[in-house]
């Protein structure tokens, strides 16, 4: 008899909750970590195993690792109640979090100094995918680990990129990815902000252009946010701050020229600032209209 492998998430945010029921749904023995005292209450109820913190989820035989930026990660795996209190040697553990390179050879040197794999493993594809077990991970890391770890990257996921066998390889296009994507939201909001102050219905502006060639995978996703006045946070302002001001950063180090990542950038600040932070990153048009005197659908007034 096959013995059930054991999958731990950590941070059961947008991305790491579809990727554990995604696990359970591949009949994994799936252990959900998270402080949110209703998010495990939730999770326990899909089925799953909830834990306050890493070091009291135990042994598992993957660990995905899915918060926010890399002090959070280094916290949840070498802090009092990280992982690395309870983890078996040889554990693989695969780092989903948007940072910059450096930071994940860094974590990655030490995990390894601890007797465990490692996979640099972002992931693209937003909340709908990873519900479905459909994201992209760009991924980089030893054979023996992605050997080790297949069977849950191919529950959670539609498609893996191997990027090579050098961690960080992973983290660098997963900059670029960003870079894009940040510029690209920022262009829509000014895009669609432009067309309400030409006095154009932005729904019908929308239609027209998500089949046109100035269409991109953000303008339809973020578009139809900022059409429908909706700014639940998917990801939030706080999130482009951050993988925009690594892609700057980055690029600083690299002698190479990022004019588009520098404004939009500047403008996921101003919104940050303006305490729009925790809306979706969406919002940034709400600042673009504001300076045009102009009201988009869900702003008040």
């Known amino acids: 008899m096959t013995r059930q492998m054991t999958a731990t998430v950590i941070g059961l945010g947008s991305m790491g909750w579809g990727a554990a029921l995604s696990l359970l749904r591949a009949g994994f023995d799936v252990k959900g970590v998270d402080i949110r005292s209703d998010v495990l209450a939730s999770f326990e109820k899909e089925g799953g195993k909830a834990y306050p913190d890493a070091a009291s989820a135990g042994e598992s035989d993957v660990v995905f690792v899915f918060v926010v930026n890399s002090r959070q990660a280094e916290e949840v795996l070498f802090g009092e109640r990280g992982a690395l209190k309870s983890a078996k040697a040889g554990t693989v553990f695969l780092l989903c979090v948007t940072m910059a390179p450096t930071a994940t050879m860094e974590l990655a040197e030490r995990l390894s100094s601890a007797g465990m794999q490692v996979i640099d493993a972002p992931v693209s594809g937003g909340h709908i995918k990873a519900l479905a077990g459909e994201i992209t991970v760009m991924a980089s890391g030893p054979d023996q680990a992605f050997d080790h770890a297949a069977a849950a990257l191919d529950a959670v996921s539609a498609k893996v990129f191997r990027l090579g066998s050098e961690v960080g390889l992973g983290s660098k296009v997963k900059m670029i990815n960003q870079l894009l994507a940040g510029v690209h939201i920022a262009a829509t909001a000014e895009a669609l902000t432009l067309a309400a102050a030409e006095g154009l219905d932005l729904r019908t502006v929308f239609d027209v252009i998500r089949v046109s ?88 007034g």
């Open 213 to 300: 060639a100035g269409s991109s995978w953000m303008f339809e996703n973020r578009g139809a946010h900022i059409v429908d006045g909706d700014y639940t946070p998917r990801s939030a302002v706080n999130i482009f701050v951050k993988d925009l001001g690594i892609v700057t950063s980055e690029a600083d180090k690299a002698g190479a020229s990022t004019p588009l990542s520098a404004a939009a950038l500047a403008l996921f600040k101003e919104a940050t600032e303006s305490g729009l932070g925790l809306e979706d990153d969406a919002a940034v048009a709400k600042i673009l209209a504001e300076r045009a005197s102009i009201k988009l659908p869900g702003m008040e």
